[in-house]
Structure formats: structure tokens, C-alpha cells
Nanobody, 110 residues
């Protein structure tokens, strides 16, 4: 059972990126997949949650419109598209099925 994020980069404000999270060793263990982020010294915060199968999504209110979560179930992969990046988006981003966590991927916006 493993979740691995990728796609974290250093990018200029205003740019876009897409994070990926591959689930290996199993299919999703719960009905939900989520993206979270954490900055040094702060608690991990929820960014987006998706019902497996892509039938419903939930986003942190302040991030609606810039963040889009999607999935490719055939690849056991979920994505997080982030547009109009801001310096406040700098964080380590994690994916989770709410039982298991990936190691995270660093996004730095300058």
C-alpha cells in the first residue's frame, strides 16, 4: 500500500502546475481521496477531496476556482491542477485516502 506524489516544482507566481499521486499495491481503500498541504510550523490543511469515481468534489473555500482535483482510475492516479499560483501556495503537498499518506512533494512559488 503506497501513495507517491510527484510534480512539485519551483515556479513563478501566476504560473500553473499539476501534481500527481499514484496509488500502488491496492485500489483506493476508502471512498475518498484528498490533497492536503503543510507549511513549516503549521498544521496540515485540507485542499481538496474527491469521491472516488469522480462523482463529487470538495474544495477549501479560499482555493475554489484555482485548484482542480481529478483522477484517472485506470491508472490509480489522482491529480491536483493549480492555476494562478501565489506565494501563499508554497507548501509540501500530500495526497491521502484518509488511511494512508504519501511522503509529499514540495511546491515553491516565488
Amino acid at each position: 500500500v503506497q501513495l507517491v506524489e510527484s510534480g512539485g516544482v519551483s515556479v513563478q507566481a501566476g504560473g500553473s502546475l499539476r501534481l500527481s499521486c499514484v496509488a500502488s499495491g491496492y485500489t483506493y481503500s476508502t471512498n475518498y481521496m484528498g490533497w492536503f498541504r503543510q507549511t513549516l510550523g503549521n498544521e496540515r490543511e485540507g485542499v481538496a477531496t474527491m469521491v472516488v469515481g469522480g462523482v463529487d468534489w470538495y474544495y477549501q473555500d479560499s482555493l475554489k476556482g484555482r485548484f482542480t482535483m481529478s483522477s484517472d482510475d485506470a491508472k490509480n492516479t489522482v491529480y491536483l491542477q493549480i492555476n494562478s499560483l501565489k506565494s501563499d501556495d508554497t507548501a509540501v503537498y500530500f495526497c491521502s485516502d484518509f488511511n494512508n499518506w504519501g511522503p509529499g512533494t514540495q511546491v515553491t512559488v516565488s
